[in-house]
């Protein structure tokens, strides 16, 4: 049983994209659904779907020449160690290259969506 599903979906692109798979399959929550939708938006991967008749969801993979789009990718926040911010807080990640996906209390967005819409939260991760 997995108790980290954040860890786990960013684990699997993670190692997927190292071996240059096309594409992964994750399993399927509202939660990685919200978190694979910032990345969609901030151009990290190319699509992703719910499988019908299971609980995964098939993530395809986004490379540009060759090489994976997301170059580094880590876990903030873990279950034992939660780390959260305000927006004066916020970072730029890898010199305003990368973001921070954060948890708010308006949904699962990137620092900059959180900036714009003045809230803050815990923050899940950084890709870069």
Same mark, same amino acid.
Request: net charge positive; with cysteine; hydrophobic share 35%.
């Given at each position: 049983?997995?108790?980290? #599903?954040?860890?786990?979906?960013?684990?699997? /692109? +993670?190692?997927?994209? =190292? $071996?240059g798979h096309? *594409?992964? &399959?994750v399993y399927?929550?509202?939660?990685?659904?919200?978190?694979?939708?910032?990345?969609?938006?901030?151009?990290?991967?190319?699509?992703?779907?719910?499988?019908?008749?299971?609980?995964?969801?098939?993530?395809?993979? #986004?490379?540009?020449?060759?090489?994976?789009? /997301? +170059?580094?990718i880590e =876990? $903030?926040?873990?279950? *034992?160690? &939660?780390?959260?911010?305000?927006?004066?807080?916020?970072?730029?990640?890898?010199?305003?290259?990368?973001?921070?996906?954060?948890?708010?209390?308006?949904?699962?967005?990137?620092?900059?969506?959180?900036?714009?819409?003045?809230?803050?939260?815990?923050?899940?991760?950084?890709?870069?």
């Amino acid at each position: 049983m997995i108790t980290d #599903k954040v860890g786990d979906l960013i684990t699997r /692109i +993670r190692n997927a994209q =190292r $071996v240059g798979h096309e *594409g992964v &399959r994750v399993y399927s929550s509202k939660f990685n659904t919200a978190i694979l939708g910032v990345l969609k938006r901030e151009g990290y991967i190319d699509s992703y779907k719910n499988l019908e008749g299971t609980y995964m969801t098939e993530v395809k993979l #986004k490379y540009d020449e060759g090489q994976p789009c /997301i +170059r580094k990718i880590e =876990r $903030v926040s873990t279950p *034992g160690r &939660r780390v959260y911010a305000q927006i004066r807080e916020f970072k730029p990640v890898f010199n305003g290259c990368g973001v921070n996906v954060i948890s708010t209390s308006k949904g699962v967005m990137s620092d900059y969506e959180a900036i714009c819409q003045k809230v803050g939260g815990e923050i899940l991760f950084k890709v870069f």
